[in-house]
């Protein structure tokens, strides 16, 4: 992330009090929720709190609010394309779904990996090419692919929900704390409709406006 998007990523004041107890199923269709996000990368930091919706594996919606609750940006997943759109704009960038994840975390994740980061479920799609350790009551607690890690730091209280872990991977390291989250609710909105009154630009366009 440049420091264009590391400005659009704005820090938040107050905070939703967790929602302890809540236990993922064991096969998760869909999540959502709402989470903080503290990101540092290139000597940069920066805080934000999101709404986030995954439908795994092809699916994810992350929209990022300012400290008045006005949406900054949006990334959208769908299969293998993405768009990140300004709504104060009206203007989105469209990409393939790997190059638009990567320029909001600096490194590129699968809808199926942010829902096993968020949910502390890995079956499936969300563990492929991930080396996982678990500690003496099963949960997964540590992950390696490549040079991107992460490690949980704190579960719900007699849960198996991760609430706060910690990530790092090509320069780029930060600290999520779940704050609310809901499973498999019905009709998350993934569709790009929404854009149809926005303009589409080039990355470097979009990037001078976060500027």
């Known amino acids: 992330m440049g420091s264009a998007l590391i400005a659009a990523v704005l820090f938040l004041n107050g905070c939703r009090a967790p929602k302890p107890g809540l236990r993922p199923p064991d096969k998760i269709r869909e999540i959502e929720g709402y989470a903080s996000l503290r990101l540092t990368r290139g000597g940069e930091t920066a805080r ?5 919706a995954v439908d795994s594996p092809r699916s994810a919606r992350i929209e990022i609010f300012d400290a008045l609750g006005r949406s900054v940006s949006i990334f ?24 638009v994840i990567a320029k909001f975390l ?4 699968r809808p199926a990996e942010i829902a096993g980061l968020l949910s502390g479920r890995w079956s499936g799609e969300a563990g492929e090419g991930w080396t996982l350790e678990r500690d003496n009551g099963g949960r997964v607690v540590t992950g390696t ?7 949980v ?6 849960n198996d929900l991760p609430r706060r872990w910690s990530f790092r991977g090509s320069g780029t390291e930060g600290v999520v704390t779940l704050l609310e989250t809901a499973f498999d609710r019905p009709g998350p909105d993934f569709s790009p409709g929404f854009l149809r009154s926005y303009s589409s630009l080039t990355w470097p366009e979009i990037e001078r406006m976060l500027r």
């Open 106 to 109: 600096g490194f590129p994740v």
């Open 153 to 158: 730091l704190e579960f719900f209280s007699g």
């Open 145 to 151: 692919r490549g040079d991107l890690s992460f490690r």
């Open 76 to 99: 959208l997943v769908r299969g293998g394309e993405a768009w990140l759109a300004l709504p104060s704009k009206k203007a989105y960038w469209r990409g393939g779904r790997d190059e």
């Open 48 to 52: 934000s709190k999101f709404a986030f």
